[in-house]
């Protein structure tokens, strides 16, 4: 069964069930003439993850058909999933020294500075949106916010925020013009790396760069692509998908607004049923191998469905065991789990208490069969969400950034986003603030 195209991305969950029916693990077409296969259950998930890479592969070299040369060089699920210097697509030593690294430098952000920080931009944007009482949640404020968020994190330039944004979006979406924006999303985060080679400052990628790890710059740009990609799309999908699913369904329209229900459970009740990343992180086996009655062929890809595994209804799982059950694999599981899932926690959950705050009396602004889906075989997020409430007026000032701290000397404290005893890795100099005052790709 095709894992793409206009039916598949409006009613994913048709096609899982279909897959369920052929077997715990069904065989795909990842994207025109690409194949291989896709878990169906939760059980099949936990069990690939749990045994990568003791018995399955991260590496695509292990892709035989790629080898073989039997794989588009313009496909897009090649751009997601071809072999990257990080730590997502490596085995063993060098996906530990790699992935170390990113979690070393991430532990630096302090989660309530970095709390405080998604607070002052969600209200940044809203501002921008409240006088007029019709907004886009998706275009105007999910897809804007972790992308501020992140690239303030990283020191990252607007006008190389800008490609790097503009470039994931056309990844994400499989669009069919992927190799050009996979080369477009290279270039840029490598001028990143030799941006803050040359003026570290008190951020992720000065952080990485200052690493034992010792990342080269081919190491730097995937990981830098790596995190950023994976804080950014996935954030967008969830905060939008919650956002829809408050405003459209019964069971949390009103008690999240009451607050009968937290945001929180909310959450975790869209991470269950609607993740953000529905499958994703492709494996391989070794050698020919059985699961469940199925032949597993060695280099075929196998992607993790973690969309048709979080609703296996094996499970038995009911809307009250949703809340607060975070055994979801949203964040994926093992050793290639998302390394660092409070971040993505903090930010999301921010921008839905926010908007829920000080936009009352939201409602979607069209019917709910109306609204379209992103397509794509691998994520799962809606194109827009339009909704209208009362206008309110704002004071009419417009985002910028905290202001530039002075260079830190042995009495001054580092910036209040990360914590105050940073690895001994970190660099010294002064953080140079990001001000991000040009829109994104949509051009508003």
Not at 194 to 210: E, F, N, Q, Y
Not at 238 to 244: C, V
Not at 331 to 349: K, L, N, W
Request: aromatic share 8%; glycine share 6%; charged share 20%.
């Amino acid at each position: 069964m095709p894992l793409y195209g206009p039916q598949f991305s409006a009613r994913p969950q048709d096609t899982y069930r279909v897959l369920r029916s052929m077997g715990s693990i069904a065989p795909i077409e990842l994207s025109p003439g690409v194949f291989g296969l896709i878990t169906t259950t939760y059980a099949a998930a936990l069990h690939l993850l749990r045994n990568t890479p003791h018995h399955f592969a991260k590496n695509p070299r292990w892709w035989r058909a790629l080898a073989e040369g039997q794989v588009p060089l313009d496909s897009p699920a090649l751009m997601m999933m071809q072999a990257r210097d990080n730590a997502l697509w490596k085995d063993g030593p060098e996906h530990t020294r790699l992935r170390t690294a990113i979690i070393d430098s991430l532990a630096h952000i302090n989660p309530h500075a970095l709390r405080a920080r998604v607070k002052r931009i969600a209200d940044a944007l809203i501002d921008a949106l409240a006088p007029h009482g019709k907004a886009d949640l998706v275009g105007s404020y999910a897809a804007e916010l972790p992308m501020r968020v992140l690239f303030e994190l990283f020191d990252c330039p607007p006008e190389i925020g800008l490609r790097i944004v503009g470039s994931l979006i056309r990844l994400f979406d499989t669009d069919q013009d992927a190799a050009a924006a996979n080369a477009d999303l290279e270039a840029a985060c490598l001028d990143l790396t030799h941006l803050k080679r040359s003026s570290p400052g008190s951020d992720v990628t000065s952080w990485l760069i200052a690493h034992p790890a010792r990342l080269t710059d081919a190491e730097m740009v995937q990981t830098i692509l790596l995190v950023i990609g994976a804080g950014t799309e996935p954030s967008t999908n969830l905060i939008g998908n919650a956002l829809k699913l408050m405003l459209t369904d019964e069971r949390f329209s009103g008690s999240v607004i009451d607050g009968a229900q937290s945001v929180v459970g909310a959450l975790d009740y869209v991470l269950w049923t609607d993740p953000p990343m529905a499958n994703y992180c492709p494996l391989y086996a070794y050698q020919d191998t059985v699961y469940d009655g199925i032949l597993l062929r060695a280099g075929v890809p196998i992607l993790v469905s973690f969309a048709a595994a979080n609703t296996d209804p094996t499970l038995n799982l009911t809307d009250a065991h949703l809340a607060g059950n975070d055994a979801h694999l949203a964040f994926s599981a093992g050793a290639h789990g998302c390394p660092s899932p409070d971040i993505a926690r903090v930010i999301t959950e921010v921008a839905v208490e926010r908007v829920l705050d000080r936009l009352p009396g939201m409602e979607l602004a069209c019917p709910v069969d109306q609204l379209e889906r992103r397509p794509g075989t691998f994520h799962s997020g809606w194109t827009a969400v339009p909704v209208i409430f009362p206008p309110i007026a704002t004071s009419g000032e417009s985002w910028t950034p905290p202001p530039r701290p002075a260079a830190p000397t042995a009495s001054t404290a580092p910036h209040p986003t990360f914590t105050p005893r940073p690895p001994s890795s970190a660099p010294k100099a002064r953080r140079r603030p990001w001000n991000f005052l040009v829109k994104w790709w949509r051009g508003q």
